[in-house]
Structure formats: structure tokens, C-alpha cells
């Protein structure tokens, strides 16, 4: 069981060899009871997931990012908590102490809360962003990238027009788009290799990290069906759009660092 636990668990952590199926499963469900326990932690604090919170929030999905692409750079040192999945646990609890001080400003000094939190994130942002701003090698592809994040998600908001899905959509398509963009230049033109199994396997099979973008249509317009029947699902659309933009800025910013 060591053995076991080692190989698929603990190796891929620091090796780079990328997910397997056992860790992939085991992540997704960590994931998504994080995602519940998360969502009961803000009912509790009496949040809600509107503007101000993703307001607030965004400069925490930033640094998970930035930190990530800073060590993928090598210019910080591979540890668990700068590595998936380490970096989701050290970004939940650092955005939770925030929220926690941010939520004791909004009633001592009757501070919004979202306005504290983005200034707590912004500064903690700060040295990993200088550190990415010094070390760009190749800036040419966050351009290459963003033009086919704006024409994919231009096509996607096509194919989605008859789906009632709410103002989330631009915003989780747009990241889902980033990340899809950022994963073809990377595995189509500069020799990367896509770390989840599925989407390898379907590389693979196809031939062309082209896949990746229908791929994602699919899934999209799956899971935000399925999360328009949830009674106040706006926690799992947050969700969602977090599960594309960061990995989407990650890679972005990995390339760039490296090309």
C-alpha cells in the first residue's frame, strides 16, 4: 500500500510526470467536497457569491497561479504547497484567514469586506508578479494566447446563445478558453504534454491538441446544465470558472517563463 501510494500519489508531485487515473479520481473528489465544505463556510459567514465576492477573491486565484508557474520556472523550489494539489490547500487557507480578518473590518470598521479582501490579495500578489514581470522569456505567446482565448470564446458564446445560463457564462467560458489556448500552444508548438489522463489520451488519439477546445464546449455546456437545476448552485459556477482560469493563467505564465 506504501508502494502503492508512493508511485501514484507522491511521485507525480514532484517528478512532473503528470496525473494518473488513481490520483485524478482522488483529486476530483477531494475537489468536490472542498467545493461543499467551502460553500457551507460561506453560508455560515452569511457571504454571498455574487460581484464583491469574485471581486474580492480574484487576487487569491492570481497568486495560486502565479506561485504555480513560479515553480513549474524553477525559480521557486518544488514543494507540496506550491504543487498540486498543495497549492489549492495553501490558497484556500490563506484566503480564508483573509476573509476571516476582512469580515472583522466590514463590522469594526464597517469596511466592505470584498474591498479589504482584494487589498489583503493585491499585496500577497505582489512579489510573485515582480518575480514573473523579471524573469518573461517569451512574451510573444500571452498574445498568441489571448487572441485564440477571444476566438474560441467568440465561437463558444455562439454555439451557448440558446442556453439560458446567466451572466456566469461569459465569465467561465472565457477561462475555460484561456486554459484551452494556453494548453494547444503549448503541446501543439512547444514540445508540453498535457498532465490529466483524458485529455492526453484524447491527444493522443486524435492526433492534435485541437480536440482540447471541443472537449471543453462539451463539458461546459454539460456541467452548466446540470448546475442550472442545483437550487443555489452560483458557488459551483464560481467553481467552475476558478477550475479554468487558473490553470489557463498557470500555463499562460509557464510558457511565458519558459517558452
Known amino acids: 500500500m506504501i508502494d502503492f501510494f508512493r508511485r501514484f500519489f507522491i511521485n507525480p508531485i514532484y517528478t512532473g510526470e503528470g496525473y494518473n487515473v488513481y490520483n485524478t479520481i482522488a483529486y476530483g473528489l477531494l475537489l468536490g467536497v472542498g467545493i461543499i465544505l467551502a460553500e457551507k463556510l460561506l453560508k455560515r459567514l452569511k457571504i454571498d457569491i455574487n460581484g464583491r465576492f469574485v471581486f474580492g477573491l480574484f487576487p487569491f486565484i ?14 521557486l523550489p518544488v514543494s507540496f504547497f506550491l504543487i498540486t494539489p498543495g497549492i489549492f490547500l495553501t490558497t484556500f487557507f490563506i484566503a480564508v ?7 472583522y473590518l466590514e463590522r469594526s470598521r464597517e469596511i466592505g469586506y470584498h474591498k479589504s479582501l ?11 508578479a515582480a518575480l514573473v514581470l523579471q524573469n518573461i522569456a517569451t512574451p510573444i505567446y500571452f498574445i498568441y494566447i489571448i487572441m485564440l482565448t477571444g476566438l474560441s470564446s467568440g465561437i463558444t458564446f455562439v454555439i451557448f446563445r440558446a442556453m439560458d445560463f446567466g451572466k456566469w457564462k461569459k465569465y467561465i467560458v472565457l477561462a475555460h478558453m484561456l486554459d484551452a489556448s494556453a494548453t494547444f500552444i503549448a503541446v501543439e508548438y512547444l514540445g508540453y504534454f498535457e498532465e490529466h489522463v483524458f485529455e492526453n489520451f484524447l491527444i493522443q488519439i486524435f492526433g ?7 472537449l471543453k464546449i462539451t463539458v461546459l455546456a454539460i456541467v452548466l446544465a446540470a448546475i442550472k437545476r442545483l437550487e443555489g448552485g452560483y458557488f459551483w459556477y464560481f467553481a467552475l470558472m476558478v477550475l479554468g482560469y487558473a490553470p489557463g493563467l498557470r500555463d499562460t505564465l509557464t510558457i511565458m517563463l519558459l517558452g
Open 118 to 128: 482584494f487589498a489583503i490579495g493585491t499585496v500577497l500578489l505582489i512579489y510573485p
Open 208 to 214: 492534435t491538441a485541437l480536440i482540447i477546445y471541443p
Open 97 to 103: 484567514f483573509a476573509l476571516l480578518l476582512a469580515k
Open 62 to 75: 492570481t497568486l495560486a497561479a502565479f506561485l504555480r508557474s513560479l515553480v513549474d520556472a524553477r525559480i
